[in-house]
Structure formats: structure tokens, C-alpha cells
């Protein structure tokens, strides 16, 4: 079908074919958006109506998702070997930008960690009812405030 100037109309009925399509090349790094810009693909309207509605499409989706983390961690190795005296900001914009998606997309294998390690009595994690951490909380904020009053501040 030619497109004389209008926009062809896109897809809106799920289809096995489109979903897998989207996964794939989802997995293989290219945005949503990217995909989507092709004729024979669903508007982003359609697709989010799928992952509502669609259990197996959202699991893979997600997987994908994940998958497209990893894709983008292995090419921040290859952007930074490419770097040179020349290139450097622009290489070095390329490999944070994968770096913060990586950390969205997949948190917890590329997230900043922050842990908290208890090993009083009970070795666990320490749990407040709300009563007793707004207390704690006003104990701390307290002790703070009367810091700056003895330093004059």
C-alpha cells in the first residue's frame, strides 16, 4: 500500500507475531520508541493496552526488559574500548546514559546498592511500629537541634 502523505493506518489487534517481535528486538537494545516508528507496528496506545490486558505479553515484556539492560551493559564495554582523546565526552555521555537505564531497567544487578547490616541481639532486620520510629525520628531531630544551639547556629 503506498502512502501518499497521510499516515497508513497501524495495527491495534494483538497478534503472537507483533508481541514477539516487540520482545526481540526489545532484548536486542532498541527502545520501545525505535520500534514503534516502524509502519507495520501498533501505536504506544495499543502496546500499553496489551500489557494490561495480556499476562504472557507483559511477562515477556518485562523479561525483555531485562534483557535489554544486559544488552545495554555488554556495549557500554565496547563504547568506552572506542573512546579517545577525540570522542571522550561523547562516549562518556553514551556509557552513562546505558548505565542509568541499565540501573532502572534492572535494579538490582545494576542499581547502586545500599545495604544496611544489623548484628545486635536478633542478628535481623530491626522492625518499628510508626509510634516508635516517629519517636526515634523526634529523638534524632531533637538531638540535631540542640547540636546547632550549642555551636551558636
Given at each position: ?7 497508513m493506518p497501524r495495527p ?142
Open positions: 500500500m503506498e502512502n501518499r502523505g497521510y499516515l491495534t489487534i494483538y497478534t503472537d507475531a507483533i508481541a514477539d517481535e516487540i520482545c526481540a528486538r526489545m532484548s536486542q537494545g532498541e527502545s520501545l520508541r525505535q520500534i514503534l516508528k516502524d509502519e507495520h507496528m501498533p501505536g504506544h496506545t495499543a502496546v500499553y493496552g496489551w500489557l494490561r490486558e495480556k499476562q504472557a505479553f507483559a511477562d515477556n515484556y518485562a523479561r525483555a526488559r531485562g534483557d535489554q539492560a544486559d544488552t545495554y551493559a555488554d556495549e557500554i564495554t565496547q563504547i568506552a574500548d572506542g573512546a579517545d582523546n577525540t570522542n571522550y565526552n561523547s562516549k562518556r555521555l553514551q556509557v552513562d546514559a546505558r548505565k542509568w537505564v541499565a540501573s532502572k531497567l534492572k535494579p538490582k544487578k545494576y542499581g547502586e546498592r545500599q545495604s544496611i547490616e544489623h548484628s545486635g541481639p536478633g542478628g535481623g532486620p530491626i522492625e518499628y511500629t510508626d509510634t516508635e520510629r516517629a519517636a526515634r525520628l523526634a529523638a534524632i531531630l531533637g538531638a540535631v537541634k540542640g547540636r546547632k544551639a550549642a555551636e551558636g547556629g
